[in-house]
């Protein structure tokens, strides 16, 4: 008798303890895309376009 009942109460108990794993899991992802998203050229190519832009005479 138990047995049952801690069987019972051990399977909503995993089901919890799995969700929780996941959400920590989730939170505690250092990646955030948002950091890495680059919105153009950076200046080391402005400066070497610039540079054979000028040259060009354009």
Do not use: C
């Amino acid at each position: 008798m138990l047995f049952a009942s801690l069987n019972m109460l051990g399977r909503p108990l995993t089901f919890v303890a799995g969700k929780w794993r996941k959400l920590v899991r989730i939170a505690g992802d250092p990646y955030r895309p948002e950091l890495h998203y680059m919105r153009g050229p950076g200046p080391k190519w402005q400066a070497k376009h610039q540079a054979s832009r000028l040259n060009r005479g354009l």
